[in-house]
């Protein structure tokens, strides 16, 4: 699978758009990227995933550039409940062992009032 | 819909004594997942099952952990002997299929070895 750089943290005032970027410059034409988020204690929480287009969900939209190389998480109006570590990944996908998500450190994101 | 469900949250053990996870998924899911995350990592896969057999244990470490899936639903997670190094929190997750679906995952249980 391959790998993804996140910036270790960043902070965002309440309110406003979280953009979380990622890069995955090695990425085959067959890896998905995929987006977890992991709030303090608990388990992590899929957010979304695409492959090539953009992708938007009831909580977050996922912008792909067109060469894949890189990838933004966008969070359009970021709560305090939103502070958490948000894993990046990208993963082949298939019907059998391949489904394997590997998790970096991700990038803690701080909300701030 | 109820969520992934784990018990115990929490577990303090001596070394070279033996713990047991368990683990029910979301209903209907037909993949079941593993992990175990060190403080300050994200969380490794340990093994995953599909429906009751096992798809992928190759970071198990078999000598002292083991895990089954009776019926293709529930799961248990054991350690015997510990050590002080499986000191992390141990995650389950489920899935739909191992396909494109997301992982849903529970809270998690806190071990401590002493």
């Known amino acids: 699978d391959a790998k993804t750089t996140q910036p270790t943290s960043m902070d965002c005032a309440e309110g406003r758009a979280a953009n979380l970027p990622c890069n995955h410059s090695?990425?085959?034409?067959?890896?998905?990227v995929y987006w977890y988020r992991q709030i303090h204690s608990q388990g992590p929480q899929y957010i979304i995933h695409?492959?090539?287009n953009n992708e938007t969900n009831e909580m977050a939209s996922l912008i792909i550039t067109e060469d894949r190389k890189s990838s933004t998480l966008i969070l359009p109006h970021a709560t305090l409940r939103d502070t958490a570590v948000y894993y990046c990944i990208v993963r082949v996908v298939s019907g059998g062992a391949t489904n394997k998500l590997i998790f970096g450190t991700g990038t803690l994101l701080a909300v701030q009032p | 819909e109820a969520g992934v469900a784990q018990s115990p949250r929490y577990k303090i053990i001596e070394k070279r004594q033996s713990v047991a996870f368990w683990c029910n998924p979301i209903?209907?899911?037909?993949?079941l997942y593993w992990y175990q995350q060190i403080l300050g990592q994200g969380p490794k896969l340990l093994i995953q099952?599909?429906?009751?057999?096992?798809?992928?244990d190759s970071q198990l470490p078999k000598d002292r952990f083991s895990a089954e899936r009776l019926k293709g639903v529930d799961s248990t997670l054991k350690i015997q002997p510990a050590k002080l190094e499986d000191s992390a929190v141990y995650l389950c997750?489920?899935?739909?299929?191992?396909?494109?679906?997301?992982?849903?995952f529970g809270p998690g249980t806190r071990l401590l070895v002493l």
């Open positions: 997750a489920s899935s739909l299929d191992p396909g494109l679906a997301g992982q849903y």
């Open positions: 209903s209907g899911h037909a993949t």
């Open positions: 099952f599909q429906n009751n057999g096992v798809v992928d």
């Open positions: 090695t990425i085959s034409g067959n890896e998905y």
């Open positions: 695409g492959l090539k």
